[in-house]
């Protein structure tokens, strides 16, 4: 029987490594220093909204799988949960995922989140992002984050993020650059 449980583990395993290996990135991230790609995204509100509308603002553009799951739900409660202190130092939070704009306003209304969520279902932001996975025709956004300066200027990459410890992460980041950029 043991042996049994042995073996059924191990295709087990080998089955999660095949299928984690077989969602490959799609699209190289832009780095540090350069102009953050511009984009216009139906938001959970059903309205327009482009990178260019947040010039002069600091932005935490953040990418993740799907809503309504464990770990994007931590990590968007994380940023609601500090959201007074990203408004505080002029930043604005904005997340993307494939999802449908209906699926965001049912998400934020269900967690109360009050920052924006963009529809990328045409998967074409996370792709110049270099934030998006697929399998076939299956494709979701990868959890990366951007942080992009009030010049439209892409200051901190975090690339394949834990969830719980994001929010602090992005605030700290955001402290020494506003720190650099004062000097």
Known sequence: MKK??????????ALAGLFWVAWTPIGDPPEVGDPAPEFTLVSNEGTEVS???YRE???????????????CTIQAKNFQ???????????????V?????????????KEGLTFKLLSDSETTVSEEYGSLRGVGDVKMSARNTFVIDPE???AKVFLGVNPNPH????LE???ELQQQSDD
């Open 51 to 53: 990178l260019v509308d």
């Open 4 to 13: 049994f449980r042995f073996i059924a583990l191990g295709v087990v395993l």
């Open 97 to 109: 995922s494939v999802d449908s704009a209906e699926s965001h306003k049912d998400f934020c209304a």
């Open 152 to 154: 439209g200027v892409v």
């Open 167 to 170: 929010s602090g992460e992005v």
């Open 57 to 71: 603002q600091w932005v935490v553009l953040y990418f993740y799988p799907r809503d309504f799951t464990r770990g």
């Open 173 to 175: 980041a955001l402290a």
């Open 81 to 95: 949960r500090d959201l007074e202190k990203y408004e505080e130092i002029n930043t604005v939070i904005l997340g």
